[in-house]
Each structure stands twice: as C-alpha cells, then as structure tokens.
C-alpha cells in the first residue's frame, strides 16, 4: 500500500513540490551561509518524493546549543510560511475520507518543516 500511495503521491504533486524544494536547496547552496539551510530543504526534497512510510527522528548528533538558533532562523526567514502551506493542504485534503492519507503525509512534512535541523528522514521502501 505504501508503494501504491508513494506513486500517486508522486503523480498528483509530489514531484513537482519535491523539484521546487531542490531548486530552492540548490539556490541556497551557492552561498556559504545557505549551505545548512540548502541541506535542510533538501531533507523537505526528499520527504516530498517518498513520503508513505518514512520517517522523521531526532538525529543522534552531539548535543550543543546550535540547532535553537538555526531553527530560530529557519522559522523566521521561510520556515513559518513552509509550516503554513503544509497545515493548509492537511486541513484541506483531511476534508474528504480519499484525501485523509494524504493530509497526513503533508502534517508529517510540516512537523519537518517546523523545525528540521537536529533531525533525520528515514525512508523505508
């Protein structure tokens, strides 16, 4: 069923939400101080492409105190309208009993999109 879901995804919007994401992780990654941010829209990328079954943990990297300000950061300049969208298309695709799998998925990317530095993206095919 998830691979079934994925491809849909895919079909219907996915790929070219994920293709948005990885232009933006690209244009980001042309300047120094973008390279951590690139990264983290890339991870978005990626959980745009393949969303049924992945999964999102906290990383398991050292502790420090720099992942708060970047995702001070990252809310601030993007982060908040990217939270936004997502919670717009869940609310909106969870309307009908078809669209609640999907709606789910998009609350999963806004939960990433709320605060992704310190975390990772698990996909299981």
């Excluded at 996915?14 to 994401?21: D, E, H, R, T, V």
């Excluded at 980001?28 to 829209?41: E, N």
């Excluded at 078809?98 to 609350?107: E, L, R």
Aim: glycine share 12%; hydrophobic share 55%.
């Amino acid at each position: 069923m998830r691979f079934l879901g994925n491809i849909l995804w895919l079909v219907c919007g996915g790929a070219c939400s994920a293709a948005g994401y990885f232009t933006g992780a690209i244009a980001l990654c042309l300047t120094i101080i973008g390279i951590p941010f690139g990264i983290q829209v890339a991870k978005l990328g990626l959980l745009c492409l393949w969303p049924f079954g992945a999964t999102i943990n906290v990383g398991d990297y050292p502790p420090g105190c720099i992942r708060i300000p970047m995702n001070l950061i990252w809310f601030i300049f993007g982060g908040f309208l990217c939270v936004l969208s997502h919670l717009l298309f869940c609310i909106l695709l969870c309307l009908t009993i078809i669209g609640i799998p999907f709606g789910k998925q998009h609350f999963k990317m806004a939960e990433l999109a709320l605060a992704p530095f310190g975390r990772d993206i698990h996909i299981n095919f």
